[in-house]
């Protein structure tokens, strides 16, 4: 249909105009074309310039891009894998009982340990198309361009799993144009180079998945999900319900703003946007939500406020003895530097196999807190100082280090600080700075203690200090304390070796006598000096003299190397010297040391490294450390070894005059050695059983006298190791061959002759065990000889005695003429004997006689036979003069009394 156009006439009544009056006017077509020319040739050159810019900016971003992309090196699989893991420590059964972490908490564990709702829940919030792209999601990042421009912000990444991996483990986490190409490039070789790996796409995503799990911060330090699970909830990653899942889920958003402990309000909030998102997405059902939602996760919460300051210790003192010794053993197998050993301890995901026994360690850390078991502290403060000062003069600064131990007593925590500031005083200055320092200020009395299976070397449990651990990384009495030993240093220094040496055996004879080496006389602990006795009563009843003539008979070089043998590392060469048979040493022995020394006499004469762990395990179950090749070697013979525990044995049961008697155990074969410093400052004891060796130290970290001391160490261990030994059946040590019994004159320790069994004081012979091949005492008894003596005047007969008052007996003496044997309290019906002077009595006087008893070895003047002076004896007569044929004194027939 044609449109028609008809012209507009004016109304009518409107004057024409003539054509020569109308006024001269453009065409208004012509011009409005004119304009839309203009218009569109500006707008074509404008669009010309948007081209030329575009492909300019277009062309300067690709070669950006490019650049970027040239500059960025391509990934490994270990480039993801996260740096720092928990390390796990399991004890001596296999039961994991402690972790470790340094600023992270994490653990790792595969996937298939992960709650489904767990992965579910991480996967719907943060990339609900994981499984489908390649490494980046397109329409996530067009979805966040749109909201960007919209809010005129740029808070929408579009991130995928992938690439927060990407920028947690490699690149920063900075908000720039080069982190976000980088990021999803590496993003999409990564998928690539996985999914080559592995075989499938799903494997690469399930890979990456588990990493990103395992990596993920989750506030207090936790990373990765088992972490999590562990600390807010109290089990594993593969126990967590949908609700505590999306929970979790929810707090990598921002950790400090919903963790479900300090931000329980705002947890719930983004737990709810999860849970909503999975059912949204099928995940999970309409009931699963409702029940997810109505479950009251936060009344459920186990973690611990991980700020408070009074939080005591972390890690036992036998954790942190073993991470010492791991440490190390990095430096010096492994090559690494110290702070890398420890960093890898604390941070590398190690799985640690100690050699504890939990129960053990329980029993002993029950008795460390028990205060009752402790004699009462004088009420001063023993102050440490730790400080380590560095010489900025030198380049360098590790080994220019200075570390000092300073100790004092003080009364208040003034002059604890007013100490600190003397020191820093003395040790610091422009040149001299302070690297690390730590103060420890003990309130009481202290006590540490080991116990080892002397079999293996495995130290089982470790204290290092009484009461609560006051923190991690404190002073461990039982490894780094350096106390005096006393009289436990006897058998190492003294008896082992002489033993062992074949100088002498538990039966072999020294005399308890005053003795002066240069300035120095010893004196026994009680004063006294008993004369000839036993290696085994020396040992019993911890006689002083008896050990330093030891000594001195082994040398001085020799008992050195024996001490080092036995494991003393803080041995100098001052400590060559009698004193060291006593326990005076230089520097002092750790508890651990000593304890290693005396599991060797207790393994039969074998000495074992003591070591805390078995086997170490890399993150990704590698072998790390292998303890299955400890220091092993033999210090003494088996037959020394177990003569010394034979002695050793008759400390805690030789009666009362046995210092170790309060340490028996009810039921168990038991031995050991006492020590106790002069003024009593340091306490030790050192015991075993055919199952155990233990070694306690009691004293204050400022020696001083222990007040009211009696036997408060022994009562610790016996109540510890009764505990241990519950239910072990008890055996005696095993006895090796090359064991002889030998028969000793007492008064010498030589072969009997024939006179020592008449010994008038009774010091006649013994009978004990020794080496098969003794040698030492060869010799027949010479000491032994008979004296005739005066009756009136015990002294030696002369010619004015009458045969009536003479008197022959049997005495041992020394080779200047002193009785051996002879008791400082003469008993009664025995006489005062004096062979160094002659009879000086008055015989034309007639004494009255008192009869003498059983105990003479000649005739006790009782005789109630029927002699009358006939010169022979009836059955039964044993009268005192019976010796002297023919003559009888005091007879009376009336009542057959001779």
Same mark, same amino acid.
């Given at each position: ?584 040493? =230089?520097? %002092? +022995?750790?508890?651990?040391?000593? @304890? &290693?020394?005396?599991? *060797?006499? /207790?393994?039969?004469?074998?000495? #074992? ?83 155990? =060796?233990? %070694? +306690?130290?009691?004293?204050?970290? @400022? &020696?001083?006298?222990? *007040?009211? /001391?009696?036997?408060?160490?022994? #009562? ?183």
């Amino acid at each position: 249909m044609s449109e028609t156009h008809q012209r507009r006439r004016p109304p009518e009544g409107t004057p024409r105009s003539s054509s020569s009056s109308r006024p001269t006017r453009s065409n208004p077509k012509k011009k409005k074309r004119r304009r839309r020319k203009g218009v569109g040739k500006f707008f074509k050159i404008l669009v010309a310039i948007v081209v030329i810019v575009g492909f300019a900016v277009v062309g300067a971003g690709l070669g950006t891009v490019f650049g970027i992309l040239k500059g960025t090196d391509m990934l490994n699989t270990s480039d993801v894998t996260p740096e720092s893991y928990t390390s796990l420590i399991y004890d001596a059964s296999g039961a994991e009982f402690d972790k470790l972490h340094g600023d992270e908490n994490r653990e790792y564990v595969k996937l298939s340990q992960i709650s489904e709702y767990m992965r579910e829940a991480v996967i719907a919030i943060e990339d609900e198309r994981f499984y489908e792209h390649n490494g980046i999601d397109l329409r996530g990042i067009m979805r966040a361009t749109v909201q960007n421009v919209m809010q005129m912000s740029f808070s929408q990444g579009a991130s995928t799993i992938t690439q927060q991996l990407i920028k947690n483990e490699v690149l920063s986490k900075e908000k720039t144009i080069v982190r976000k190409v980088k990021e999803q490039y590496l993003a999409i070789s990564l998928e690539k180079s996985l999914e080559k790996q592995l075989g499938t796409k799903k494997g690469a995503k399930d890979y990456i998945l588990e990493l990103y799990l395992n990596t993920i911060g989750l506030s207090h330090g936790l990373n990765g999900v088992e972490a999590a699970a562990q600390y807010y909830f109290g089990k594993n990653a593969n126990e967590l319900t949908l609700a505590e899942s999306a929970s979790i889920a929810g707090i990598t958003k921002n950790p400090s703003q919903y963790a479900p402990d300090t931000k329980p309000e705002d947890n719930k909030e983004r737990q709810m946007t999860i849970l909503k998102k999975m059912l949204d997405l099928g995940k999970i059902t309409q009931s699963e939500y409702d029940q997810a939602a109505a479950e009251d996760i936060y009344a459920n919460l186990v973690c611990s406020d991980v700020d408070d300051e009074t939080a005591t210790a972390n890690h036992n003192y036998f954790v942190e003895a073993m991470i010492n010794q791991i440490a190390a053993d990095l430096v010096e197998k492994k090559g690494y530097n110290r702070k890398q050993a420890y960093d890898l301890i604390y941070s590398g995901g190690l799985q640690i196999y100690s050699t504890m026994d939990t129960t053990m360690q329980s029993a002993m850390e029950s008795a460390f807190l028990d205060d009752s078991l402790f004699p009462a502290s004088d009420g001063t403060l023993d102050v440490t100082y730790l400080i380590s000062v560095m010489d900025t003069t030198n380049a360098d600064a590790n080994s220019n280090q200075t570390h000092y131990e300073k100790k004092t007593t003080a009364k208040t925590q003034d002059e604890v600080d007013a100490f600190v500031a003397s020191v820093q005083e003395e040790l610091l200055d422009e040149t001299h700075v302070l690297v690390l320092d730590k103060v420890t200020v003990s309130k009481s009395l202290q006590a540490a203690m080991v116990i080892m299976d002397q079999h293996t070397g495995e130290i089982k449990a470790l204290v290092g200090g009484r009461g609560q651990k006051p923190g991690d990384s404190v002073f461990n009495r039982a490894t780094q304390a350096l106390r005096q030993q006393g009289s436990a240093m006897k058998p190492l220094a003294s008896y082992a070796p002489a033993v062992d040496m074949g100088l002498l055996m538990p039966g072999s004879v020294i005399i308890d006598e005053p003795i002066t080496y240069g300035s120095w006389s010893p004196r026994n602990w009680n004063g006294k000096f008993l004369g000839p006795c036993t290696v085994r009563q020396g040992i019993r009843d911890s006689m002083n003299i008896l050990a330093i003539k030891t000594f001195m008979m082994v040398g001085a070089e020799s008992s050195y190397k024996y001490m080092e043998n036995f494991g003393l590392s803080t041995l100098v060469e001052e400590d060559k010297a009698g004193t060291t048979a006593l326990g005076g040493l =230089t520097k %002092g +022995i750790s508890v651990l040391e000593g @304890t &290693a020394a005396y599991a *060797a006499i /207790a393994n039969g004469g074998v000495y #074992n490294e003591p070591h805390y762990y078995t086997v170490v395990y890399d993150h990704d179950g590698n072998v790390l450390l292998d303890n299955g090749n400890i220091d092993t070697h033999r210090v003494i013979k088996e037959t020394t070894a177990y003569m010394l525990t034979d002695m050793m044995k008759d400390v805690i049961t030789g009666g009362g005059s046995a210092t170790g008697h309060k340490a028996a155990i009810s039921g168990m074969t038991v031995a050991g050695k006492t020590g106790t410093t002069n003024d009593t400052k340091d306490l030790t004891f050192y015991g075993y059983t055919p199952y155990y =060796t233990a %070694g +306690i130290w009691m004293g204050y970290d @400022t &020696a001083k006298l222990i *007040a009211n /001391a009696g036997n408060a160490h022994l #009562n610790i261990w016996r109540t510890v190791m009764s505990q241990v030994h519950q239910g072990l059946t008890n055996k005696d040590f095993q006895k090796p061959s090359g064991i002889v019994t030998q028969t000793y004159c007492s008064a010498c320790g030589g072969i009997p002759s024939e006179l020592c069994s008449q010994d008038y004081y009774g010091l006649t012979t013994h009978t004990d065990i020794a080496a098969a091949d003794f040698k030492g005492s060869a010799e027949v008894c010479t000491a032994h000889k008979v004296f005739t003596i005066c009756r009136e005047s015990g002294k030696l007969a002369t010619e004015n005695c009458s045969a009536s008052s003479r008197m022959d007996v049997v005495l041992a003496v020394d080779d200047e003429g002193n009785i051996l044997g002879k008791p400082s309290t003469i008993p009664d019906g025995k006489m005062d004997i004096n062979i160094n002077e002659t009879c000086d009595y008055n015989h034309s006087v007639s004494p009255i006689i008192p009869p003498y008893d059983d105990t003479f070895p000649f005739g006790n003047g009782n005789n109630e036979g029927n002699n009358n002076g006939t010169g022979t004896n009836s059955p039964g007569d044993t009268g005192y003069n019976d010796t002297i044929p023919g003559e009888d004194v005091w007879q009376d027939d009336n009542f057959g009394i001779n």
